[in-house]
């Protein structure tokens, strides 16, 4: 499906690409062809003019929800605070956990917003409200934030996947109902997310050596001919969808070695840490600094703590801020992350109180996230809670206030209305809320 642009922009005088050369790379003059189109991008100068302008998005989903009083927003002498105390960072008067030191050292890299105000208190549909940006509809399913930034973002003629999901859980927790269900809506297959981790990822290369490349070929080419017939005669847009799930596969086999996490040097794995976490992260780097658009990383439920909270974010804080420290530095030198948005979230916060278990509960009250990057400012942080955490005082920011926020930063107009047929008026903000414009550079 497209989208409306109610603002369509025409090139410039000073745009390096101009629109002579545009043409001059398409066959036949007057009208050109797909496979003409696509040859464009092996036009060397048309490539690099693309690359230069690629934004891209990494996701680092803490699935289950971390807690704001061991992370971002500690609250020194509240009853409910951690014991991990709070410690000055790069950003004059802001105090991080102390359980986050490498972020401390860089949080004037950092935005983290402390005033997050959501509806739902269970993971199932909180999930489902803060991947997809705004309230189930009866009878419709919007894309999920990734899905939207592959129709946005995505390039033609891509050899990686536009919607990459790194994932160490096949299944067994709440996030496995959401992973089950339909992440692109109705913008369709095209801009589902190919999902690896684990067994995924052996599969995909099993997949590549397992059939040789002139067979491969051979059945690619008669399967690529029989279903563009089938869906030029029967013009199906549901042929068209699996037409581009086959494109999207082969292209993901053909760049399997991308996915192999030994060929990254062996001194970034070390670096980032042995988790699963932490060398999904790594691996976002890498599939971005090869132009993936869009890249998700989850850690399955690991931060849901109804128990033992003190202990068990003990052990995952220093992972994330060893990661996060990492992550941004990383594309910093690499010059990326100029292109490059990253946020570090969950699905909402926990409970400034804790339970008989010693273990905080699901909180949508008020909570913290990260964000960093394209199109934002750094070292700034917004909104404020009460003075136990218990409530926002300062600025509350909605799912609704995040995507438009997340599209603004990458030049994507958060409010274009989806060209659906048939189908009631939707945006990819509804109701024209605002961007969290303290950060927005």
């Known amino acids: 499906m497209n989208l409306r642009d109610p603002h369509p922009r025409c090139p410039t005088a000073e745009h390096t690409l101009h629109r002579r050369l545009f043409l001059k790379g398409l066959t036949g003059g007057a009208l050109a062809s797909t496979a003409s189109f696509t040859g464009l991008f092996h036009n060397p100068v048309f490539a690099e003019e693309t690359k230069k302008k690629q934004k891209h998005c990494i996701l680092l989903w803490l699935c289950g929800a971390p807690s704001q009083f061991e992370t971002w927003y500690p609250?020194?002498?509240?009853?409910?605070?951690?014991?991990?105390?709070?410690?000055?960072?790069?950003?004059?008067?802001?105090?991080?956990?102390?359980?986050?030191?490498?972020?401390?050292?860089?949080?004037?890299?950092?935005?983290?917003?402390?005033?997050?105000?959501?509806?739902?208190p269970e993971h199932l549909q909180a999930i489902n409200l803060l991947q997809r940006g705004s309230p189930e509809r009866a009878g419709f399913v919007r894309p999920t934030l990734g899905s939207t930034l592959s129709q946005a973002m995505g390039q033609m003629d891509a050899k990686l996947p536009n919607f990459i999901f790194l994932d160490p859980i096949p299944g067994g927790n709440e996030f496995e109902g959401f992973k089950a269900g339909n992440w692109a809506g109705w913008l369709g297959a095209a801009h589902a997310p190919v999902?690896?981790?684990?067994?995924?990822?052996?599969?995909?290369?099993e997949e590549a050596a397992s059939i040789p490349a002139h067979d491969r070929e051979s059945r690619e080419t008669l399967r690529r001919f029989l279903t563009a017939k089938y869906e030029r005669?029967?013009?199906?847009?549901?042929?068209r969808s699996q037409n581009a799930?086959?494109?999207?596969?082969?292209?993901?086999?053909?760049?399997?070695?991308?996915?192999?996490?030994?060929?990254?040097?062996?001194?970034d794995r070390e670096r980032y840490g042995p988790g699963s976490f932490a060398q999904h992260a790594l691996m976002s780097r890498h599939l971005v600094e090869n132009g993936a658009p869009f890249v998700m990383v989850a850690n399955g439920m690991n931060w849901d703590n109804h128990v033992f909270n003190h202990e068990i974010h003990q052990m995952l804080v220093p992972e994330l801020d060893r990661v996060l420290y990492h992550l941004i530095t990383d594309l910093e030198e690499r010059g990326l992350l100029d292109s490059t948005l990253v946020i570090a979230m969950g699905e909402f916060g926990r409970s400034p109180w804790m339970n008989a278990a010693r273990g905080r509960e699901h909180y949508p009250n008020a909570w913290s996230l990260m964000m960093t990057g394209c199109g934002l400012k750094r070292g700034v942080v917004t909104g404020a809670t009460d003075v136990d955490g218990?409530?926002?005082?300062?600025k509350p920011y909605s799912?609704?206030?995040l995507f438009a926020t997340i599209f603004t930063a990458l030049g994507i107009d958060p409010y274009a209305e989806y060209d659906l047929p048939g189908m009631p008026t939707f945006h990819r903000v509804e109701n024209k809320m605002e961007p969290i414009r303290d950060i927005l550079a």
């Open 399 to 401: 799912e609704q206030n």
């Open 195 to 205: 999902r690896l981790g684990g067994d995924y990822t052996k599969m995909l290369h």
């Open 75 to 120: 609250k020194p002498g509240s009853p409910g605070n951690g014991p991990f105390g709070a410690i000055p960072t790069k950003i004059p008067g802001i105090q991080f956990s102390g359980l986050m030191p490498k972020c401390a050292s860089i949080a004037d890299k950092l935005n983290i917003v402390r005033s997050m105000k959501t509806g739902q």
């Open 245 to 267: 799930a086959f494109e999207r596969l082969k292209g993901l086999s053909a760049s399997a070695d991308l996915f192999d996490l030994n060929k990254i040097p062996a001194k």
């Open 390 to 394: 218990v409530d926002v005082i300062e």
């Open 233 to 239: 005669d029967r013009s199906s847009s549901v042929a």
